[in-house]
């Protein structure tokens, strides 16, 4: 026998290492790559309501300034700036003592100008019936005349038969022919005096025409002008009372006892209960905004000072020439929180548009013109219009429903990669 560890021995030994060796030598078969996994949303018809986000100012729904053309001087001021008043609530008194003398004289002189009208009144009625008694005197005295002419003429042709048979004279004949032609004088008087009469009744009139009606009038229009004047007095007093017109708060009092309002500015009221805000935007932000559209209104000073408006109108160029718009929102405000002249941002809500919906984050950069979708499981770049958008989702032509599309356009991916969708959705309503 061999000894153990002989040549042969390790000649075998050194064989199996070098095949053990050539065999470690050897590379692995290689693995194909995994395709990355990727969130995707489904493209579909739906809608949205596109949002324009502006800037501005709050301003008082009223903005009142309260002058006074009195010229007296003031009593008492009862308020100061930074008093909250109520509509009706007395800001100052001026003193009325002048005018309160200047009212009980044409208050006088309306009454004197009264009994003047009732006089006249009178006078007129009087004067009708005294003329009303002269047409029926003149008419009896007339209808006399007459009488007496016709009785006249009778006897002369009487006298004239008489004389033919010589039964009279001539002198007696003719005699009574005087008579007949001053009869007939006395019928043409009397007829003149009743046409006189009966001229001067139609002249007269009654109490509501004619010289007498006239005359009535007169007396009536100066007891108007006197009452008249005694009212302009009355107001001026009540306007002494210096009151506020609004529910609001004083922001300027340019008013102290002693003084004269003049034609200053005595006192600036601003309504507040309720503000505007008054948000700016060029024409592309505020194309589409309707009166009555919902608007969310937050303070750039206060971080959580949120409420909910309505535009309640789009002013056009806010200076000639230039492309500044501005959007009015009504604030309701009655706990005050938002002051006049703090500066907002705006939330307004458009018109919902229709088309194919997907969310914003698929958009690849800010130009919101491209988007990846998944084609036969690789990625592919493709080319979108945004017609619309809410600041979640869009709408976008150069898609259609029911497309896989990359909802992450951040990812930094390549056409042609191999992915596979996360989770299939279809994009929030």
Known sequence: ?????????????AFLVITLLCACSKRPAATPLAAAVVPVTVAQNAKVSPVSTLGGI??????????SNLVEPVDEVEVSEGDRVTKGQVLARLDTRDLEAQ?????????????????????????????????????????????????A?????????????????????DAQNVTVRTDTSAVRTAQVNLQNNLKQVQSNGSTATGLQ???????????????????????????????????GVVVNRNLNPGEYPGSRQIFT??????????????????????????AQIASSDHGGLKTTGKVVGVLDEVTPGSTNFIVKVLVPNPSGNFHPGMVVSGRVTKPSTSGIRIPLTAFLD?????????NNGLVKTVGVT???????????????????????????????????????AVAER
């Open 366 to 374: 800010t130009t919101d013109s491209t988007v990846q979708i998944i």
């Open 1 to 13: 026998m061999r000894p153990f560890g002989g040549p042969a021995s390790r000649l075998g030994t």
């Open 153 to 173: 003429q009778l006897n002369l042709r009487r006298d004239a038969e008489l004389l033919k048979s010589g039964f009279i004279s001539q002198q007696t004949y």
């Open 58 to 67: 709050i301003v008082p729904f009223l903005n009142v300034q309260v002058q």
């Open 103 to 151: 009212l009980r004289s044409d208050v006088g002189t309306a009454q004197s100008d009264a009994a003047k009208a009732t006089q006249a009144y009178d006078q007129a009625d009087l004067t009708i019936v005294q003329n009303d008694n002269s047409v029926l005197s003149a008419k009896s005295a007339l209808r006399s005349a007459q009488a007496t002419l016709a009785t």
């Open 269 to 294: 009221l601003q309504e507040t209960d309720k503000v505007y805000a008054t948000l700016n935007g060029a024409g592309s932000q505020v194309i589409g905004v309707e009166t009555g559209a919902p």
């Open 386 to 424: 945004m017609l619309a958008d809410d600041g979640t989702n869009a709408i976008v032509s150069g898609l259609r429903a029911g497309q896989q599309v990359i909802a992450n356009g951040q990812l930094g991916l390549s056409d042609g990669q191999n992915v596979e969708p996360q989770k299939a």
């Open 213 to 247: 009606g006239a005359t009535v009038a007169a007396a009536r229009a100066e007891e108007q002008t006197a009452l008249g004047q005694a009212d302009n007095i009355r107001a001026a007093i009540a306007k002494a009372t210096i009151m506020s017109p609004i529910n």
